[in-house]
């Protein structure tokens, strides 16, 4: 196998492997010591191994007895898709709703979960390591999920394109591919990109881009800070950032040129659809002859894209969800309120 760009040692063992050869944990452990300061430990590799180092400790119970047989991938009380996609969700920021995006994976359960890009920010986790137990938890997850039968496949973004290096191999159960075809119950072939193909400053300008990637983390720790203050009242999440970038002219033409350039690629290739991730907003609509899909972020929307055991596509918006449970339920007693109540009542 050939080194990642940036790597200055391989690992011997794995070297002139097949494309589709298979990494099991222990692969993964000494590829990523050996590695050491290379792009893959940097861009998610790291991850990868944390997530299996709490496997191995115990966090979760990943054994289960029906592990890797796709019928018995459905669970009581869960709900069921053909297959799930999320994108961008930058874990290694501060800005990542790991939280949440942990939650709706355990809420779920599916044959198919496709990972669509920016799933691990390298471009920040270069700059400054953050990583918490959250993170962690997505990782376990997600290996949980391969472990249990799930289809998982990877498609690295820019933010992670580090993990691209590894293209057509399979780390713990996780397919690693620049793109693929996912068939709809109905017979349609959709193309799943992440989408960063299309970014013309990100193409043409890389440094212009991680200008931008500086100015979009600011508005995000606002958003993060002004969340802050809206939990401590009582409110649910809004994101602000998202509010912000959809009033503002130029972004919306930004996303309305990306969305057609997508479709347009997606025709010339003989599909009938495409799915994508890369500009943090959620979509579905058509394009011409061309069903153009976006599974949105985990930054901002916290959203996902979904086919339904009938073929049905829908985009779930995970933390509208959340916001409406919490409404519905009853507000909480404070506890010196309820002992006060209980004394005259006695």
Not at 106 to 127: A, F, N, P, Q
Not at 128 to 149: P, Q
Not at 215 to 233: D, G, Q
């Amino acid at each position: 196998m050939k080194a990642a760009h940036g790597s200055n040692s391989s690992f011997p063992a794995l070297a002139g492997q097949p494309a589709q050869s298979r990494f099991d944990d222990d692969d993964i452990l000494a590829f990523t010591a050996i590695e050491g300061g290379g792009l893959a430990a940097a861009l998610g590799a790291s991850a990868l191994l944390r997530g299996i180092d709490g496997d191995r400790a115990g966090h979760e119970d990943t054994h289960d007895a029906d592990d890797n047989h796709a019928s018995n991938i459905r669970r009581k009380g869960k709900r069921h898709f053909r297959a799930v996609f999320v994108s961008d969700v930058h874990l290694g920021t501060r800005s990542s709703r790991a939280d949440l995006l942990h939650d709706f994976l355990k809420s779920i359960t599916c044959e198919k979960l496709y990972l669509v890009g920016d799933i691990v920010d390298g471009w920040r986790l270069k700059k400054s390591w953050y990583w918490d137990t959250r993170h962690n938890d997505v990782i376990r997850r997600v290996l949980k999920m391969a472990k249990s039968g799930t289809d998982v496949i990877y498609i690295p973004g820019n933010h992670d394109e580090g993990l691209r290096g590894f293209v057509g191999h399979n780390l713990a159960g996780v397919s690693l591919q620049m793109e693929a075809v996912h068939e709809g119950l109905d017979g349609r072939k959709f193309w799943v990109i992440h989408g960063d193909e299309f970014d013309g400053v990100v193409k043409y300008a890389r440094w212009l881009a991680h200008v931008g990637d500086h100015a979009y983390s600011l508005l995000l720790k606002l958003n993060t800070a002004f969340n802050r203050v809206r939990r401590s009242l009582g409110y649910p999440y809004w994101s602000l950032s998202a509010y912000l970038k959809h009033k503002v002219k130029n972004a919306v033409e930004y996303i309305g040129k990306f969305e057609e350039a997508v479709a347009h690629e997606a025709g010339r290739r003989g599909v009938q659809g495409v799915i994508c991730g890369h500009i943090h907003h959620a979509e579905r609509r058509m394009i011409g002859d061309i069903e153009y899909l976006n599974d949105g972020d985990w930054v901002e929307s916290c959203t996902a894209l979904v086919e339904t055991d009938a073929g049905e596509w829908d985009i779930i918006r995970y933390a509208d969800e959340v916001a409406a449970e919490e409404a519905a339920r009853p507000p909480r007693e404070g506890r010196k309120r309820r002992a006060a109540r209980d004394k005259v009542a006695a």
